[in-house]
């Protein structure tokens, strides 16, 4: 066990519907990061929060929005399903600013049929 | 062209051989990160580093910052070291503290 926790570990959803992703950080870690891996694309980043602000965005969709709670925990929410969204989501934590190394979750596997 | 390239994509080798995963990037960095992911999807940090050399176990992380090159080295392979290697970065901190990916390498080692 890692320290992070995600849920739920896999999730099957139709086309045009909307999921939430959750994430729970290593104790005492701010920062919250959302990656998504696809065979196509590989690791990529979608966004980060620190203590409960948006901190950076990446090559996330307009369709998917997240937010970090004041217990840390963060949600990842994809709406409008598309195929093309089927991808692993993982979540990692980071303990500050500092030259710090990240830990990861085990990671969502989304799959839209 | 991708800002972190890995090289070999694939590597197949026999148990006990020396194995060495190349890693390069584009500009500058504040650190560069080797992670594990075994085929159950779950990713492992191995190590971090900025400058010199690191060593745990049976691995062996280097990086040379002038020329912009990292290498994962890993002595005695098992088959359990079987997996997908992947090199990541942090680019300077006007990029933030997120992660660039190199695309991975997927070593298989037989017994």
């Known amino acids: 066990d890692s320290g992070v926790t995600q849920t739920p570990k896999h999730l099957i959803t139709a086309t045009g519907q909307r999921v939430t992703l959750r994430c729970s950080p290593r104790s005492g870690d701010l920062s919250v990061y959302w990656y998504q891996q696809s065979l196509d694309q590989g690791l990529q980043f979608l966004i980060q929060?620190?203590?409960?602000?948006?901190?950076a965005k990446g090559n996330i969709l307009e369709r998917f929005s997240a937010q970090q709670f004041p217990d840390l925990h963060s949600e990842l929410n994809l709406s409008s399903l598309e195929l093309g969204d089927s991808a692993l989501y993982f979540c990692?934590?980071?303990?500050?600013?500092?030259?710090?190394?990240?830990?990861f979750g085990s990671g969502t596997r989304l799959t839209v049929v | 062209k991708n800002e972190v390239e890995q090289s070999p994509q694939n590597l197949t080798a026999q148990e006990g051989e020396f194995i060495t995963i190349n890693c390069s990037y584009s500009?500058?960095?504040?650190?560069l990160h080797w992670l594990q992911q075994h085929p159950g999807g779950g990713i492992v940090s191995l190590f971090m580093?900025?400058?010199g050399k690191k060593k745990h176990g049976r691995l062996i992380a280097t990086i040379n910052i002038q020329e912009k090159h990292s290498s994962l080295h890993i002595t005695a392979s098992h088959p359990r070291d079987s997996a997908v290697y992947i090199c990541a970065v942090r680019f300077g901190e006007t990029s933030g503290s997120r992660l660039t990916f190199g695309e991975g390498t997927q070593l298989t080692v037989n017994p």
């Open positions: 990692a934590s980071r303990t500050g600013t500092g030259g710090y190394g990240y830990t």
């Open positions: 500009v500058g960095i504040s650190a």
């Open positions: 929060y620190y203590n409960g602000e948006e901190r």
């Open positions: 580093l900025s400058s």
